[in-house]
T-cell receptor, first 110, second 117 residues
Framework: TQLLEQSPQFLSIQEGENLTVYCNSS?????LQWYRQEPGEGPVLLVT?????EVKKLKRLTFQFGDARKDSSLHITAAQPGDTGLYLCAVSDSWGKLQFGAGTQVVVTP | ETGVTQTPRHLVMGMTNKKSLKCEQH?????MYWYKQSAKKPLELMFVYNFKEQTENNSVPSRFSPECPNSSHLFLHLHTLQPEDSALYLC????????????????FGPGTRLTVL
């Protein structure tokens, strides 16, 4: 079993719609990171959440860390084609060893 | 911004070939990483180097041999690979490996798409 379970695996929506992707675990984490990976590129860090219940906003992206620090969600409002990509959640230990979820592939069509 | 570069971007090799992947970071970081990304599987950490010293070998088969001659360069030497080794190989770097004040934030290169025939 994977440490981080991401759902859904794939999401295809029209421009202007909203979407939410999830990252779940049975373990408790001190922090969690969200990355976006565009085709032909490596992952790029979007945000790090560290406090249970924390909500962070990055333009149209809203990230939430669960109260128990076991799960997180990413909500995109009014999605744009530029939001297309693989969204990955990850956690790290004290020495920088990152463990990733399998990711959610998001496709936003015009 | 091309903080972390990887060459080649694409590589096709036979199972008996020997090839090397190169990663270079221009960010002044001290830690470098190799990851493997296979279809529908999570990114897998392979190796970690900190100040040129290997600090992590995540049970990687010996047909993958890393080399870190200095803090800016990282190589992955490949020999007698198997078709199941076909994947995207990503390099990353961070200021440090310790999770202090964001110093462990990793910056990824674009990857090398490897196909083993």
């Amino acid at each position: 079993t994977q440490l981080l379970e991401q759902s859904p695996q794939f999401l295809s929506i029209q421009e202007g719609e909203n979407l939410t992707v999830y990252c779940n675990s049975s373990s408790v984490f001190s922090s969690l990171q969200w990355y976006r990976q565009e085709p032909g590129e490596g992952p790029v860090l979007l945000v790090t959440v560290v406090t249970g219940g924390e909500v962070k906003k990055l333009k149209r992206l809203t990230f939430q860390f669960g109260d128990a620090r076991k799960d997180s969600s990413l909500h995109i409002t009014a999605a744009q084609p530029g939001d297309t990509g693989l969204y990955l959640c990850a956690v790290s230990d004290s020495w920088g060893k990152l463990q990733f979820g399998a990711g959610t592939q998001v496709v936003v069509t015009p | 911004e091309t903080g972390v570069t990887q060459t080649p971007r694409h590589l096709v090799m036979g199972m008996t070939n020997k090839k090397s992947l190169k990663c270079e970071q221009h960010l002044g970081h001290n830690a470098m990483y190799w990851y493997k990304q296979s279809a529908k599987k999570p990114l897998e950490l392979m190796f970690v180097y900190n100040f040129k010293e290997q600090t992590e070998n995540n049970s990687v088969p010996s047909r993958f041999s890393p080399e870190c001659p200095n803090s800016s360069h990282l190589f992955l030497h490949l020999h007698t690979l198997q078709p199941e080794d076909s994947a995207l190989y990503l390099c990353a770097s961070s200021q440090d490996i310790a999770r202090v004040e964001g110093a462990d934030t990793q910056y990824f290169g674009p990857g090398t798409r490897l196909t083993v025939l």
